[in-house]
């Protein structure tokens, strides 16, 4: 849960870029990252609405392997998509072009 909230201020962040802001489209690596994101937030809160229902006599159908592997599987795209580095390789674009002060605190930490 936590790293799919604090995708929000970075969000915010780039859509103020001045170079290159952020706009939703096919052709900007960070639209696969923060779609993976918002996705996070509509599978959480379908987890959590059927544990929650299914323990208050709702949803008495659902099994509750349903909402852990929805979970689990979410998790797992999250991980590989969510890396700065793999979404923009996925789109063959270098990273520094992408997300530039990241690229810029690495070198600095070498």
């Known amino acids: 849960l936590w790293y799919t909230v604090s995708g929000v201020p970075l969000f915010l962040k780039e859509r103020r870029r ?3 802001p ?9 639209t696969l990252y923060f779609g993976v994101l918002a996705s996070n937030y509509l599978v959480q809160a379908a987890g959590i609405a059927l544990c929650v229902g299914r323990r208050f006599g709702g949803f008495a159908w659902v099994n509750f392997e349903l909402p852990a592997s929805l979970s689990c599987s979410q998790l797992v795209a999250t991980i590989f998509l969510c890396s700065k580095w793999h979404t923009a ?3 063959g ?8 002060e990241e690229a810029a ?4 930490s070498r």
């Open 18 to 20: 001045e170079e290159r």
């Open 22 to 30: 952020f706009a939703w489209s096919a052709d900007d690596p960070r």
């Open 89 to 91: 390789k996925i789109y």
């Open 105 to 108: 605190a690495s070198r600095r």
């Open 93 to 100: 674009v270098p990273p520094e072009e992408v997300w530039p």
